[in-house]
C-alpha cells in the first residue's frame, strides 16, 4: 500500500512537471520592436505585432501570446531598420575613371510572410541584397562621371539607386529605405596621377592664352603702325616742308640727344643732313 502510494505520487509530480514545461513553452512574448511569424510544421500560418505604418506603441499586439509546442515554432523579425552594407570595391564611372565606393542600404521587413518563405530570416534578406545593392550601384555610377558625385546631382542618383534596389527587395518581402555611399575615393595613387593631368592641362592652356596674347598683341601693333604710315603719308601729302622738317627732328633727337658719347661723327659744313639743322 505503502509503495503504490509513493509510485502514484511520483508519477502525478512527473506529469506535472511535464504539464508545467508544456504549458511554459506554449506561451511566448513579443515585444514591440519584434514581429513574430508562426511557422506550423514548416508552414506561415500567422503574423504576431506584424509591421504597420502609423500604428502606435501599445495597440499593435505585442506581448503574451501562444503556440502549440513542438508543432509551431516562432520566426523573430525585427521591426526596427535593418542594415546592408556593401563590399568596398571598384565601379568604372562614365568618364572611365575608377572609383573605390563604400556603400550601405536601411531596410524593414514589411511582408514577414514573404520573407520566411523566400529567405528564411532577415540576414539571409541582408545577404541576398548586398550582391542587388553592388550591382544597382555599379550600373547607376557607369552612367556618372566623378564630379557629379560631389555635386547636388549625387541625391539624384541616391534616389534611383534605392529604387532599383527596393524593386528587387519586395520580392523578398522587404522595404528598402535608404542608401547611401560612405566614401567615393580614387584608387591609391590615381590622385597624384590626376594632380599630374590637371597640371598638364593647366600650363597646355597657360600656353594657348600666351599664345593668343602675343598673337592679338602683334596684330595690334600692326594695326597701329599702319595707322601711323597712313598718318605721315596724309600729313606728308598736305605739307612736304612740314613733313620733312619733323623727320629730321626725329632724327636729330635720337642721333644727338640719346647718344651715349662714345660714337663720333664727321659732317661736313655743307652736308644735306645738316641742312635742317641750320634752318635751311
Known amino acids: 500500500m505503502s509503495g ?98 563604400d556603400a550601405f542600404a536601411r531596410f524593414r521587413i514589411i511582408d514577414p510572410v514573404r520573407m520566411v518563405r523566400t529567405a528564411g530570416t532577415p540576414e539571409k534578406v541582408a545577404e541576398q541584397l548586398q550582391p542587388i545593392l553592388s550591382s544597382v550601384l555599379r550600373q547607376e555610377l557607369g552612367r556618372r562621371t566623378f564630379q557629379s558625385l560631389l555635386t547636388a546631382e549625387r541625391g539624384q542618383a541616391m534616389r534611383q539607386i534605392r529604387d532599383g534596389l527596393d524593386r528587387e527587395a519586395r520580392e523578398y518581402g522587404a522595404q528598402v529605405i535608404d542608401v547611401r555611399i560612405k566614401r567615393a575615393d580614387l584608387p591609391e595613387g590615381a ?6 593631368r590637371m597640371q598638364a592641362a593647366r600650363e597646355q592652356e597657360a600656353t594657348t592664352i600666351r599664345a593668343q596674347g602675343q598673337k592679338r598683341a602683334q596684330i595690334i601693333r600692326a594695326e597701329a603702325e599702319a595707322d601711323a604710315a597712313r598718318t605721315y603719308a596724309g600729313s606728308f601729302g598736305k605739307d612736304a616742308a612740314f613733313y620733312d622738317f619733323y623727320r629730321a627732328m626725329q632724327s636729330y633727337d635720337y642721333t644727338f640727344a640719346n647718344g651715349q658719347g662714345a660714337t663720333t661723327i664727321l659732317l661736313s659744313p655743307d652736308n644735306d643732313y645738316l641742312r635742317q639743322f641750320k634752318g635751311h
Open 191 to 196: 590622385l597624384e596621377s590626376a594632380f599630374s
Open 4 to 101: 503504490t502510494f509513493w509510485q502514484e505520487r511520483k508519477i502525478a509530480l512527473i506529469a506535472l512537471g511535464i504539464a508545467l514545461v508544456v504549458a511554459l513553452s506554449s506561451v511566448v512574448v513579443v515585444p514591440e520592436t519584434e514581429q513574430a511569424v508562426v511557422v506550423r510544421l514548416g508552414d506561415p500560418v500567422r503574423v504576431i505585432n506584424r509591421f504597420k505604418p502609423g500604428i502606435d506603441f501599445g495597440q499593435t499586439g505585442a506581448g503574451i501570446t501562444w503556440r502549440i509546442p513542438l508543432a509551431e515554432r516562432l520566426v523573430r523579425i525585427d521591426k526596427r531598420l535593418l542594415s546592408v552594407d556593401m563590399e568596398r570595391q571598384q565601379v568604372l564611372s562614365s568618364e572611365q575613371q575608377r572609383l573605390e565606393v
